[in-house]
């Protein structure tokens, strides 16, 4: 796996998508090319040793294919992947607590073709499902909590 700098106009089309956020101030963001990686863009949390070698933290690498980016002449996909990349980075300036999440929907590209909009609707009906549960969970856990006081 090669990964080194990315063109100068990747990393500028992404830093404008990033300066759109509220994350511009909080996060330092590096933008690398990794052609081996099998998504257009990904972000992740960097290491330690990464932090340490940039002399930033919190640290977010957007690492983006750029074989891929070239080959899509579409500016507006290419956005929205990048942002929906970035969607999953969180910082908590309280806590100075960075999170980056994974997608929370993956479908495959036969499904996807089989049932179209309704294969994504499935999909985030159960990612809502989830939240709905787990924040049952924690109201009951603290009303118990409550109750034992």
């Known amino acids: 796996m090669k990964i080194i700098k990315a063109s100068d106009d990747i990393i500028e089309f992404v830093e404008k998508i990033i300066d759109t956020t509220a994350l511009k ?39 983006v294919n750029e ?5 899509l002449d579409d500016e507006n996909m290419r956005e929205m992947l990048v942002r929906d990349a970035i969607d999953g980075v969180s910082f908590d300036p309280e806590k100075d607590k960075l999170t980056v999440e994974k997608p929370q929907i993956n479908i495959s590209v036969g499904t996807w073709m089989k ?35």
């Open 115 to 149: 049932y179209g909009e309704k294969l994504v609707k499935a999909a985030e009906t159960v990612v809502l499902t989830l939240k709905q549960i787990e924040e049952e969970k924690k109201e009951a856990k603290a009303a118990k909590k409550k109750g034992n006081k």
């Open 25 to 63: 101030g909080y996060v330092e963001f590096r933008v690398l090319n990794n052609e081996s990686q099998k998504a257009l863009v990904t972000a992740s949390k960097a290491s330690a040793t990464v932090e340490h070698f940039a002399r930033t933290s919190p640290c977010v690498i957007v690492y």
């Open 67 to 71: 074989e891929v980016w070239y080959r």
